[in-house]
């Protein structure tokens, strides 16, 4: 790593909600750092994660989707993004190309202000056009690929299909070659910046999304409060709290006889596991905590804010 060809550098992964930004870090990485839900603004803060090789280290910042700002928290999510790109040697924005061959119109509604924000910008940008899976006729994408074109003029353009892992390995080739040269600024064998007591956290909240509808997963956030190892048992204890707004919401993440809550802490607890590598307690408690999206000492409790 010492050779004076090897690269490293910061790659910003950006764009719309539910574009498939985390999917793509994750097949990119070859192992899971960071939640993937069929629900947008599932990501709320930055998520780093480091593919480390022979020739390179990429270090991927997956950020929360740019979407219409909206309470404190939506602002907290959208600076996150900004501060992301601040640190970037390479600039990736992400796009559902399914939803912009259905609704061109939705383009530069969504991405117009982006570009024009970084049309002075001089460092390399690749944009990924994901989800080509969702429609046979490829010929439908000469429009989104001209318009993309016209609005990115410098920048390479890749459709893909992060879901299927269709040309990751050319992917991660362009990559590297717009890395600037540099040595590796982490551990060959670390994978993310991310401690195992966030990680596991964003596992719980990840069910959370997954098996609650409409509003509540956006008014739910989980705080890891104890983790310890029992070494007598051969396990690791955790217990976590599950923070809702309403009332109401406390019922519904419940369930009738505690049947919903069991199976989110089932399914995070083996998910768990296999993050540490090992027996997993878990136990988790509902609490509400009326406008805690509008709280900034929480907010910054729970890590989603800049100290």
């Not at 259905?102 to 460092?123: C, I, K, N, Q």
């Not at 003029?153 to 892992?165: G, K, M």
């Not at 070659?177 to 596991?200: C, H, N, V, W, Y």
């Not at 983790?227 to 923070?243: C, F, K, L, P, S």
Request: with cysteine; proline share 6%.
């Amino acid at each position: 790593m010492t050779d004076h060809t090897y690269r490293c550098g910061w790659v910003a992964l950006m764009g719309p909600p539910n574009a498939g930004k985390s999917t793509l870090l994750n097949a990119l990485l070859g192992q899971k750092v960071t939640i993937v839900t069929p629900k947008p603004q599932t990501t709320r803060n930055q998520i780093v994660g480091i593919l480390t090789d022979e020739e390179a280290q990429v270090i991927f910042m997956d950020t929360p989707g740019l979407t219409q700002v909206r309470g404190r928290l939506s602002k907290t999510m959208i600076q996150a993004v900004w501060q992301s790109l601040g640190q970037a040697d390479v600039i990736m924005p992400i796009l559902d190309s399914h939803l912009y061959i259905r609704h061109p119109e939705f383009l530069d509604r969504d991405l117009a202000p982006v570009a024009e924000a970084l049309a002075s910008d001089e460092r390399p940008m690749i944009v990924v056009v994901n989800k080509v899976d969702l429609f046979s006729d490829k010929s439908r994408m000469l429009p989104l690929l001209t318009r993309l074109n016209e609005m990115w003029p410098r920048a390479d353009i890749f459709p893909t299909s992060a879901l299927r892992r269709d040309g990751l390995p050319e992917l991660k080739a362009l990559i590297r070659s717009k890395l600037p040269e540099g040595p590796a600024q982490f551990p060959e064998d670390q994978i993310s910046t991310a401690s195992l007591r966030f990680m596991a956290a964003e596992i719980i909240r990840e069910k959370l999304f997954l098996h609650l509808r409409q509003e509540v997963p956006y008014a739910v956030a989980v705080d890891v409060e104890s983790w310890e190892e029992d070494e007598e048992r051969g396990q690791t204890v955790i217990h976590a709290v599950i923070y809702v707004a309403r009332p109401m919401h406390k019922a519904m993440v419940i369930g009738r006889a505690g049947a919903s809550i069991k199976q989110i802490g089932s399914e995070a607890r083996k998910d768990i596991q296999e993050l540490v590598g090992g027996k997993v307690h878990l136990e988790l408690w509902v609490k509400v905590r009326e406008h805690w999206t509008e709280d900034p000492a929480f907010l910054r409790d729970l890590g989603l804010m800049a100290e």
